[in-house]
């Protein structure tokens, strides 16, 4: 059975930093692309960082580049999201989410198979 579970969001100041982790089971992460979603209150989900199986190549979200890092540690079955200079928009939801199909390249604009339950990010002063 595949699972999905996210940690690490919690309440940072802007400008913090936050690293979040997400640790998968019952499938081999390695064939896997994986990809951090968030959802904001009242708004749609939006693709925010994903990373390909093999290849290990990744994407971002134009809002995140350069603050952003998505990692895979495959030895732990566990894909990072490092978070820096944190601003009030960055608030929110973020799914931790698997693609079987994104072993050489990956993207956001497509459904991903399976997800996580989220970890809430808050940023505020």
């Known amino acids: 059975q595949v699972q999905l579970v996210e940690s690490g969001g919690g309440l940072v100041q802007p400008g913090g930093s936050l690293r979040l982790s997400c640790a998968a089971s019952?499938?081999?992460?390695?064939?896997?692309?994986m990809a951090w979603f968030r959802q904001a209150p009242g708004k749609e989900r939006e693709g925010v960082a994903c990373?390909?199986?093999?290849?290990?190549?990744?994407n971002y979200a134009d809002s995140v580049k350069g603050r952003f890092t998505i990692s895979r540690d495959n030895a732990k079955d566990t894909v990072y999201l490092q978070m820096n200079n944190l601003n009030p928009e960055d608030t929110g939801d973020y799914y931790c989410?698997?693609?079987?199909?994104?072993?050489?390249?990956?993207?956001?604009?497509?459904?991903?198979?399976?997800w996580g339950q989220g970890t809430q990010v808050t940023v505020s002063s």
């Open positions: 019952g499938f081999f992460l390695n064939d896997y692309a």
């Open positions: 989410a698997a693609d079987p199909a994104g072993l050489y390249n990956c993207v956001m604009s497509k459904e991903y198979d399976h």
């Open positions: 990373i390909s199986g093999v290849r290990r190549s990744t």
